[in-house]
């Protein structure tokens, strides 16, 4: 049974960092991508932060460069993200996925809210 569980989220003050982690089960974790996504309120979701399956490559949405940190931990199985300098407009539920294009599965976890406010 394929479960990716997040964790971390929380209510932050601007300027705040959180620490997001994700948990993955049930599939063969370091031979999948894995990415942060985030869906805003009443707004779709969006894409963060990638990294490969190795960690080799990296990217990043314009909006969080510099700012947030993907990494992952094959050993572990787990995926982070490191939000740093957070502002109001990252108030978003945040989910990992895991991506493997060659086979065409991709699986989501269930979210952690996130909420950036004074």
């Known amino acids: 049974q394929v479960q990716l569980v997040e964790s971390g989220g929380g209510l932050v003050q601007p300027g705040g960092s959180l620490r997001l982690s994700c948990a993955a089960s049930g599939f063969t974790f370091s031979t999948y991508a894995m990415s942060w996504y985030r869906q805003p309120p009443g707004k779709e979701r969006e894409l963060v932060a990638t990294i490969t399956s190795a960690g080799r490559s990296i990217n990043y949405a314009e909006s969080v460069k510099g700012r947030f940190t993907i990494s992952r931990d094959n050993a572990k199985n787990t995926v982070a993200l490191q939000m740093n300098s957070l502002k109001p407009e990252d108030t978003a539920v945040y989910y990992c996925?895991?991506?493997?294009?060659?086979?065409?599965?991709?699986?989501w976890g269930q979210g952690t809210q996130v909420t950036v406010s004074s």
């Open positions: 996925k895991a991506v493997r294009t060659a086979v065409g599965d991709n699986y």
